[in-house]
């Protein structure tokens, strides 16, 4: 991957196909369900018609032979299902809090996050300086809601991740703040 660089191929914005080995998710990806079962029609799509969009990758060193995914970790994980060897992608150069908020807006835009998925990812866009006025504008939510949302952070970490599978609403989450 090296000869990327040499070869001028590394432009913003040009598309390369990369081997799926080169490739590793991002620790800190909102998303936690790469499930067999919730990849199976991804992986049926993308075994019957190819991949459509590109992935946006990071660079893990200048050798260019590792690479980290900022969008498109569910088309990785399914393009993987379904056998493929190479992912069509663009390199992008971002800083640890871009790569959070791109990830975060990203998920959100494309389908839903469940509410402690949201809650994780505002907390880490916190903790990585943004304030909650910030994550508002950059989200499109309310700054109520992602204060809520954060707060529900305070909560026991094993109960929010044990109900955050039955999908719950913000409002039972409030409800189970309140809860002794």
């Known amino acids: 991957m090296y000869l990327l660089r040499k070869k001028g191929l590394y432009e ?3 598309v390369l196909f990369l081997s ?3 490739i590793v998710p991002n620790p800190d990806q909102p998303r936690r369900d790469f499930s067999e079962n919730a990849l199976k029609e991804l992986a049926d799509s993308i075994r ?3 991949i459509f969009q590109n992935l946006t990758v990071i660079p893990v060193d200048d050798n260019f ?3 980290t995914v900022v969008i498109g970790h569910r088309r990785l994980a399914a393009a993987k299902l379904a056998g493929l060897t190479e992912v069509p992608c663009v390199i992008a150069q971002m800083t640890v809090k871009e790569q959070m908020q791109t990830m975060l807006l990203e998920n959100m835009q494309r389908a839903e996050l469940t509410v402690y998925e949201q ?3 505002f ?3 916190l903790d990585l300086g943004d304030s909650v006025e910030e994550i508002a504008e950059k989200s499109g939510f309310s700054q109520a809601t992602v204060r809520r949302r954060v707060k529900m952070m305070e909560l026991d970490q094993d109960v929010l991740k044990e109900v955050s599978a039955r999908q719950l609403s913000l409002s039972d989450f409030d409800k ?3 809860i002794e």
């Open 12 to 14: 913003s914005g040009r």
């Open 20 to 22: 799926v080995t080169s």
């Open 48 to 50: 019957a018609n190819g």
């Open 65 to 67: 032979e590792q690479f």
């Open 119 to 121: 809650a994780q990812g």
């Open 123 to 125: 907390q880490m866009m």
């Open 176 to 178: 189970l703040a309140q």
